[in-house]
């Protein structure tokens, strides 16, 4: 697993929402989110961007680069 997907599910979890209904809120497909959670890959930097907009969180946060 990747810090992205790892800190990805935790923040989806503590907002309560599921990968389905942030895939809707983003206008993403749900597949893509599910494979950001699986460390399958990760979103290139403007969606990272636009994911940390939406979670409120920091890129250096999400990718690991601080706590």
Same mark, same amino acid.
């Given at each position: 697993m ?29 597949g *893509?989110?599910?494979?950001? &959670? @699986?460390?399958?890959? #990760?979103? %290139?930097?403007? *969606?990272?961007?636009?994911? &940390? @907009?939406?979670?409120? #969180?920091? %890129? ?5 680069f601080?706590?």
């Open positions: 990747s810090v992205f997907s790892d800190r990805f599910k935790e923040l989806l979890a503590l907002r309560n929402m599921s990968q389905y209904a942030f895939a809707k809120k983003v206008g993403i497909a749900e *893509t989110i599910n494979n950001w &959670c @699986r460390g399958r890959n #990760e979103p %290139p930097y403007d *969606t990272l961007l636009m994911i &940390c @907009r939406e979670l409120g #969180e920091t %890129p250096n946060y999400m990718l690991g601080e706590d």
